[in-house]
C-alpha cells in the first residue's frame, strides 16, 4: 500500500517562502520518480517541478529560480522549496510518484493548501 503524505502548506506573504515535504511509504522509494503538482481553483492541475530516480530536475517556466525540488532517500521524502512566493502560487499542492519498471504505476498524496496572501 504506497502512501505519499504531504506537509508543511500554510498561508505566506508574497515574497516569503515555505517548504513542502512529501513522505513516502509502503515502496521502494529510490527506484520512482517524483513530482509536485499543483490545482488551483478552475484550473487544471500542473505539475510543478520533478526529479528522477537519479536526480535530475525539472521545472514549470512560471517557477524557475524560486522552486527548487530535492529527494532524501535515506528519509523517502521528497521536498519542494518554495521561495519569492507570489499570490499565483496559492494551489493545493500534491505529491505524485510514478514508475515504469514492470507496468506503469502513478500515486498521488492528498494535497496540502498553499496561500499566498497579503
Known amino acids: 500500500q504506497v502512501q505519499l503524505v504531504e506537509s508543511g502548506g500554510g498561508l505566506v506573504q508574497p515574497g516569503g517562502s515555505l517548504r513542502l515535504s512529501c513522505a513516502a511509504s509502503?515502496?521502494?522509494?529510490?527506484?520512482?520518480?517524483m513530482g509536485w503538482y499543483r490545482q488551483a481553483p478552475g484550473k487544471q492541475r500542473e505539475l510543478v517541478a520533478s526529479?528522477?530516480?537519479?536526480?535530475?530536475?525539472n521545472y514549470v517556466d512560471s517557477v524557475k529560480g524560486r522552486f527548487t525540488i530535492s529527494r532524501d532517500n535515506a528519509k523517502n521524502t521528497v521536498y519542494l522549496q518554495m521561495n519569492s512566493l507570489k499570490p499565483e502560487d496559492t494551489a493545493v499542492y500534491y505529491c505524485?510518484?510514478?514508475?515504469?519498471?514492470?507496468?506503469?504505476?502513478?500515486?498521488w498524496g492528498q494535497g496540502t493548501q498553499v496561500t499566498v496572501s497579503s
Open positions: 505524485h510518484a510514478q514508475h515504469n519498471i514492470v507496468t506503469p504505476a502513478t500515486y
Open positions: 509502503g515502496m521502494i522509494f529510490s527506484v520512482y520518480g
Open positions: 526529479i528522477t530516480s537519479g536526480g535530475s530536475t
